[in-house]
């Protein structure tokens, strides 16, 4: 999937595949991770929302591209061939994605040593103590590609 945060002319997204949805506090979420040396980290705490945007298995290189390319150096669109499209609450979205979430923050902090109850989870993960940093969202709207167009 891709995590973006940010309005069309201010965004950037990165690959991720780490994430869960839910229920939590009587509403339906969505929960991101992003380490903190990504780029997309200041657009996430800047912006009230992000979308996760799922694509087909054709996909896989420009997600792969979209994973090991900093959006500091390179337009990850124009690169790729994404086409940048704006959901009706303005933030940004991808046309080539099968399956959007649409998420307004709700909370976000940083996963820590301390809260790992199993030790080698942060040792596997974390060599460099670079803890992820979690954003959980409500899911405000989800939108389905039909013939490559976005609806609700």
């Given at each position: 999937?891709?995590?973006?945060a ?22 339906p ?8 040396q990504?780029?997309?980290?200041q657009?996430?705490?800047?912006y ?38 704006e959901?009706?609450?303005g ?25 790992f ?12 103590k ?7 969202g ?5 939108y389905?590609?039909?013939?490559q167009?976005?609806?609700?």
């Amino acid at each position: 999937m891709l995590v973006t945060a940010g309005c069309k002319d201010d965004y950037n997204t990165m690959t991720a595949s780490w994430g869960t949805t839910g229920i939590l506090w009587n509403k339906p979420v969505a929960v991101c991770f992003i380490r903190p040396q990504r780029h997309t980290l200041q657009f996430a705490i800047k912006y009230e929302y992000f979308t996760l945007s799922f694509f087909n298995e054709q996909y896989h290189d420009i997600l792969n591209y979209c994973g090991t390319h900093s959006g500091r150096l390179v337009d990850k669109a124009r690169e790729t061939g994404l086409i940048p499209i704006e959901t009706g609450n303005g933030n940004v979205t991808f046309k080539q994605a099968r399956l959007v979430l649409e998420c307004r923050k709700l909370y976000s902090d940083f996963l820590n040593q301390e809260g790992f109850i199993v030790p080698e989870v942060a040792q596997r993960n974390y060599p460099n103590k670079d803890f992820h940093r979690f954003f959980i969202g409500e899911i405000e709207n989800c939108y389905i590609a039909d013939d490559q167009i976005i609806k609700d």
